[in-house]
């Protein structure tokens, strides 16, 4: 299976033009849109939501991981192989705590470049093809590199802030919720906000943090928006 995570959206054409050739040239492969609304221009918070992502995929999955604000510049085209998945995407901080938490991947500068290469959709001309040709069991060129080399390796992430906002309004934050005591406070925005378990926990309207789905720390407001009450943004500092 191919599983695209993007910052693309869905209202325009690149999702589709980036699926169309995964399925004219691997058109016996399944494919999901595991996120189309990734962190837009934050390749490292859209790592840090990948890397959690990738514990429900199943085994054998390739994640097409497109979120290339760089893109058309000198930035490495890399494939990644571990035992259980495989991925595909740009050399700037993406795959980076994705290497931390799985640290089984063999990592390979992609050598292979397409006798077509817009200056602008990576996705579509080059990564693409790579996810196909892997999904299907055909070699593609490569240069090993160590996890040392990637860009952003040993640098400093702040997983401790606002890592995407849903449609619903909840902000999810980097932060790992295991071993958090039910009875702490978390503050972002100059708000300090405590604990419920379920969304029926709190009241109509009242602002709290839950361990979600993914295992990590998340605001939210029971039948209404974290974002417009607390007027959150991605990339605020948390504090607890």
């Given at each position: 299976?191919?599983?695209?995570?993007?910052?693309?959206?869905?209202?325009?054409?690149?999702?589709?033009?980036?699926?169309?050739?995964?399925?004219t040239?691997?058109?016996?492969?399944?494919?999901?849109?595991?996120?189309?609304?990734?962190?837009?221009?934050?390749?490292?918070?859209?790592?840090?939501?990948?890397?959690?992502?990738?514990?429900?995929?199943?085994?054998?999955?390739?994640?097409?991981?497109?979120?290339?604000?760089?893109?058309?510049?000198?930035?490495?085209?890399?494939?990644?192989?571990?035992?259980?998945?495989?991925?595909?995407?740009?050399?700037?901080?993406?795959?980076?705590?994705?290497?931390?938490?799985?640290?089984?991947?063999?990592?390979?500068?992609?050598?292979?470049?397409?006798?077509?290469?817009?200056?602008?959709?990576?996705?579509?001309?080059?990564?693409?093809?790579?996810?196909?040709?892997?999904?299907?069991?055909k070699?593609?060129?490569?240069?090993?590199?160590?996890?040392?080399?990637?860009v952003?390796?040993?640098?400093?992430?702040?997983?401790?802030?606002?890592?995407?906002?849903?449609?619903?309004?909840?902000?999810?934050?980097?932060?790992?919720?295991?071993?958090?005591?039910?009875?702490?406070?978390?503050?972002?925005?100059?708000t300090?906000?405590?604990?419920?378990?379920?969304?029926?926990?709190?009241h109509?309207?009242?602002?709290?943090?839950?361990?979600?789905?993914?295992?990590?720390?998340?605001?939210?407001?029971?039948?209404?928006?974290?974002?417009?009450?607390?007027?959150?943004?991605?990339?605020?500092?948390?504090?607890?």
């Open positions: 299976m191919i599983a695209s995570y993007t910052d693309f959206g869905t209202t325009g054409p690149y999702l589709g033009q980036m699926h169309a050739v995964i399925a040239q691997a058109p016996r492969v399944p494919r999901i849109t595991l996120m189309a609304d990734a962190p837009m221009f934050d390749p490292v918070s859209a790592g840090i939501l990948l890397s959690y992502l990738c514990d429900d995929l199943p085994a054998q999955t390739l994640i097409l991981a497109v979120v290339d604000p760089g893109v058309g510049g000198g930035r490495r085209p890399l494939m990644l192989k571990g035992e259980r998945l495989q991925f595909v995407g740009p050399d700037n901080g993406l795959f980076v705590p994705v290497v931390h938490r799985y640290e089984d991947c063999l990592i390979e500068a992609i050598d292979w470049r397409p006798p077509r290469l817009s200056d602008s959709f990576h996705g579509r001309d080059l990564f693409a093809p790579v996810a196909a040709a892997l999904a299907t069991g070699a593609v060129a490569g240069t090993p590199i160590e996890p040392r080399e990637l952003g390796y040993d640098s400093t992430h702040d997983s401790n802030r606002i890592i995407y906002i849903d449609a619903y309004g909840n902000a999810m934050t980097g932060i790992e919720a295991d071993g958090l005591s039910d009875e702490r406070t978390i503050s972002v925005n100059g300090a906000l405590p604990f419920a378990r379920t969304f029926s926990e709190a109509p309207g009242q602002p709290f943090w839950y361990r979600n789905s993914n295992g990590l720390v998340e605001f939210a407001v029971n039948r209404g928006s974290a974002s417009r009450l607390l007027n959150l943004r991605p990339g605020m500092p948390v504090q607890y």
